[in-house]
């Protein structure tokens, strides 16, 4: 079982509509990122968090330590949010990430 | 340019040839990481490494090579290609992955196809 699980791995949504995506881990974590990857881009960070909420445009990702989850809401979705999202986790103490395996999200005008 | 940068952007290749993958970076981070992407799975790490002239194993390590002989490059090689290495390679580097607040940054990715 991967340690990080994303869901659902894909989404379509018309403009203008509430996103929201879903990471679930199993693993206890010292941080979680959220990446963004456009078709045929590159990879960008989008949110780095260990506790609670943050909030960039229209953007949020929240986390919830206890239950080992974090969503990441589009609000007033527009075509060029179109991307996967990544979530990747880092385990206390380890150098690494784990990747899950994306969320690939639609964007209809 | 700053930033990390990697190159070729692009590359066919035949099975059996050696291809090496470049990656360059500016920020003088003390890591480097390669990762392969392919459909189905997360990035799967291949290699990383914490400072010139230290080299680790990843997730996937077989069939490739690296080297860091100076902090800014870290290329990745193919000794003898297969066409299940065909993938999207993404090189990043942090500048301290034990410290909190430390973030990956992401190279542009080479698409390497292996016929």
């Known amino acids: 079982k991967n340690e990080v699980e994303q869901s659902p791995q894909n989404l379509t949504a018309q403009e203008g509509e509430f996103i929201t995506i879903n990471c679930s881990y199993s693993?206890?974590?010292?941080?979680l990122h959220w990446l963004q990857q456009h078709p045929g881009g590159g990879i960008v960070s989008l949110f780095m968090?260990?506790?609670g909420k943050k909030k960039h445009g229209r953007l949020i990702a929240t986390i919830n330590i206890q239950e080992k989850h974090s969503s990441l809401h589009i609000t007033a979705s527009h075509p060029r949010d179109s991307a996967v999202y990544i979530c990747a986790v880092r385990s206390g103490g380890n150098n690494r990430l784990a990747f899950g395996k994306g969320n690939q999200v639609v964007v209809i005008p | 340019d700053a930033g990390i940068t990697q190159s070729p952007r692009y590359k066919i290749t035949e099975t059996g040839r050696q291809v090496t993958l470049m990656c360059h970076q500016t920020w003088s981070h003390s890591y480097m990481f390669w990762y392969r992407q392919d459909l189905g799975h997360g990035l799967r790490l291949i290699y990383y490494s914490a400072a010139a002239d230290i080299t680790d194993k990843g997730e996937v390590p077989d069939g490739y090579v690296v080297s860091r002989s100076k902090t800014e490059n870290f290329p990745l090689t193919l000794e003898s290609a297969t066409r299940s290495q065909t993938s999207v390679y993404f090189c990043a580097s942090s500048e301290n992955p034990d410290r909190w607040g430390d973030e990956q940054y992401f190279g542009p990715g080479t698409r390497l196809t292996v016929t």
């Open positions: 968090l260990s506790s």
């Open positions: 693993v206890g974590i010292s941080a």
